[in-house]
């Protein structure tokens, strides 16, 4: 029986090491760090940011990314510790991607195009991203959000020097979508969690949950046209024959930087052939590290 397997392993697990304390949320026994949270107030997650660029053909002293994000979030106390340890440039990963990073006060995003650039083969520009930097003059969005500690970040880079597609669809809807968003706020209104349910919920303007039509909560079901394929009908990405791509969003997550409180949707066990939810269902879980 085909399932989506991987949505009966939604877990939230804290490890604790002596004075150490990281919790992660993902799959059960993940043992790596790809959506997590420290003691010290410190939240980190992985965001893919493909460029279209080959994939590397030398893999000779490729790390792994995870695990050296947990690493840091075992080790470090300040987002300035962790950024500098992620985009140091001795330390080759696999593929490109980004790393929201936040506390308390700041949020930003540690943009790691770690492999030549598509368009020129040039080096990108490993840095650390903020609501201030300057972004890639390329950009046909306004770069500035009108509203003081207000960040985002989608599938792609956004500083000078780095890959920029902006054929890229998905990813620049979500970005407007974004902006349309948080141009709603009234002066004087306060971004609340209720507020941000209904952002990160978001499932696009004609509700499709499609990232073309710039869904920030995703929900696009698998197309299978051959139903003997006796594989989940949900593979984010996949490029399977029979197979054209879909994204659904596996988790969404709002977290109280200061009380490290929560409130999360794992997408449920889906069966095949079946939608998954168009909007999420968040739960939520008091802070986990104590």
């Given at each position: 029986m085909a399932r989506y397997g991987i949505a009966y392993l939604h877990?939230?697990?804290?490890?604790k090491?002596?004075?150490?304390t990281m919790t992660n949320l993902g799959p059960l026994g993940q043992l790596n760090g790809l959506t997590l949270f420290n003691q010290h107030h410190l939240f980190g997650a992985v965001i893919n940011a493909t460029t279209g660029a080959p994939y590397p053909t030398d893999l000779s002293n490729r790390r792994s990314l995870f695990f050296d994000l947990r690493y840091a979030f075992e080790n470090f106390s300040t987002l300035a510790q962790?950024?500098?340890?992620?985009?140091?440039t001795k330390k080759l990963y696999l593929y490109n991607h980004s790393i929201l990073l936040a506390d308390p006060a700041t949020a930003g995003?540690?943009?790691?195009?770690?492999?030549?650039?598509?368009?020129?083969?040039?080096?990108g520009n490993r840095s650390f991203r903020t609501e201030s930097s300057l972004l890639n003059d390329s950009l046909t969005q306004a770069q500035t959000w009108g509203i003081p500690g207000i960040f985002a970040a989608v599938n792609d880079f956004r500083l000078p020097?780095?890959?920029w597609d902006k054929n890229n669809l998905e990813n620049t809807t979500r970005w407007t979508s974004f902006r349309n968003k948080y141009a709603g706020v009234t002066s004087g209104q306060r971004v609340d969690i209720e507020m941000l349910k209904s952002i990160t919920g978001y499932p696009g303007d004609n509700s499709s949950g499609k990232m073309t039509e710039g869904a920030i909560f995703t929900s696009e079901m698998q197309q299978l046209s051959d139903s003997t394929y006796p594989i989940p009908a949900l593979v984010a990405g996949a490029s399977l024959p029979g197979f054209s791509k879909a994204y659904t969003t596996m988790q969404s997550v709002i977290m109280d930087m200061k009380t490290m409180e929560l409130w999360i949707h794992f997408?449920?066990?889906t069966y095949f052939g079946e939608k998954p939810p168009l909007r999420p269902t968040y739960q939520k879980i008091p802070n986990p590290i104590y």
């Open positions: 877990a939230i697990t804290t490890y090491n002596g004075g150490k962790i950024s500098d340890y992620m985009k140091d995003v540690v943009e790691n195009q770690v492999n030549n650039r598509k368009d020129d083969g040039a080096p020097n780095n890959s997408v449920p066990p």
